[in-house]
């Protein structure tokens, strides 16, 4: 089962006067990308631009609101996110559990989620450009 791992973190903890602390995590992340690779259980990881740089689309009346900026105003931010194809849940739990988060005096977090996957369509072939992982 594919899992994706949401980071979320303060924004305000990337500050320069982290330097150090932001090259620990760095080196972090990669040796467990490099390890989840090794294993063939790595699917992609990857760091999120600033919540100043985002777009919201809501849905209202049957037209598109755009928004700068993230969704909600939050202590904590997205930051980044992997999607690993473990096992089971614990599996999922242990890899989490290993993932630096940035967070002084707050405390950032791991969010879990299965990926189970696009239903299947009527009329396709199955494995005919279709994203389900759903038998995985």
């Known amino acids: 089962m594919r899992y994706m791992f949401l980071l979320y973190t303060n924004e305000d903890e990337r500050a320069e006067s982290l330097v150090e602390e932001r090259e620990k995590a760095t080196q972090a992340h990669w040796a467990i990308m490099d390890e989840t690779r090794r294993l063939g259980i790595f699917q992609g990881a990857e760091p999120l ?24 105003e939050t202590k904590e931010q997205l930051a980044g996110y992997y999607i690993l194809d ?22 950032g977090c791991v969010e879990v989620r299965p990926l189970p996957g696009l239903p299947a369509r009527e009329g396709v072939p199955a494995g005919d450009g279709e994203l389900s992982h759903r038998d995985r």
């Open 49 to 72: 631009a600033p919540t100043s740089t985002a777009t919201t689309v809501r849905h209202r009346d049957g037209k598109a609101l755009i928004t700068d900026g993230p969704f909600a």
């Open 86 to 107: 473990c096992k089971d849940l614990d599996e999922a739990i242990s890899w989490a559990a290993k993932i630096p988060i940035l967070c002084r005096g707050t405390a």
